[in-house]
């Protein structure tokens, strides 16, 4: 039973342009939402978080957006550059999970000059 | 200079032995956890300490056994008893495990069984 889902295992954009990476979960009771970034061969490093109670973060060029009726949230990153070539991990946070965190299974980002 | 580490990077390990993974954060966070990544799937949580002394299983824990003695140290051991054991092992730690809070990763530790 996959909590939390990312259908697309990968993504091509041209640089400057935006890249637009989706996630949706199934569990209404996830609080809080984060978005890492991996290369390979490398831990995850940790990107942008949305709490539950709000539905837009913004850092510098990574935005995150929450639509909590259709259970989706959408990473947007703009201008997109070469160094954003990636795997990018939403993960949710279930409190009543003892604090756990639930990954989707990635979406490979190329950001080609 | 605070961070995670976990070594070693590399582990090649013979069928049918037990390998211990290190983990060690001087973050003074109090929750650890241990993740297992595979080709083309997400990060999957083997098994969770939010206080020394005391861990629980994630979503995979069979074939895997851990030690939280230590706030800074959270230990792995793959033992004969993992039926797939090569992966690239994660070991993550966040300042307060149950409530919402962002987890830290190491660099990771990729064990090849030979």
């Known amino acids: 039973d996959q909590q939390v889902k990312q259908n697309s295992p990968s993504l091509s954009v041209q640089e400057g342009r935006i890249s637009i990476l989706n996630c949706d979960y199934t569990n209404s009771m996830f609080d809080y939402f984060l978005w890492y970034k991996k290369y390979p061969a490398e831990g995850p490093t940790f990107l942008i978080s949305?709490?539950?109670?709000?539905d837009k973060n913004e850092d510098g060029r990574f935005t995150v957006f929450l639509n909590k009726s259709a259970k989706h949230l959408s990473l947007h990153i703009v201008p997109s550059q070469p160094g954003d070539s990636a795997v990018y991990f939403c993960?949710?946070?279930?409190?009543?999970?003892?604090?756990?965190?639930?990954f989707g299974q990635g979406t490979e980002l190329s950001v080609k000059p | 200079d605070g961070g995670i580490t976990q070594s070693p990077k590399y582990l090649f390990r013979k069928e049918g032995q037990n390998v211990t993974l290190s983990c060690e954060q001087n973050l003074n966070h109090d929750a650890m956890y241990w993740y297992r990544q595979d080709p083309g799937q997400g990060l999957r949580l083997i098994y969770y300490?939010?206080?020394?002394?005391?861990?629980q299983k994630g979503d995979i824990a069979e074939g895997y056994s851990v030690s939280r003695e230590k706030k800074e140290s959270f230990p792995l051991t793959v033992t004969s008893a993992q039926k797939n054991p090569t992966a690239f092992y994660l070991c993550?730690?966040?300042?307060?495990?149950?409530?919402?809070?962002?987890?830290?990763f190491g660099p990771g530790t990729r064990l090849t069984v030979l």
């Open positions: 993550a730690s966040s300042q307060a495990g149950r409530r919402a809070d962002t987890q830290y």
């Open positions: 300490s939010q206080i020394v002394n005391d861990f």
């Open positions: 993960a949710a946070h279930d409190y009543n999970q003892g604090g756990k965190l639930i």
């Open positions: 949305i709490s539950s109670i709000k």
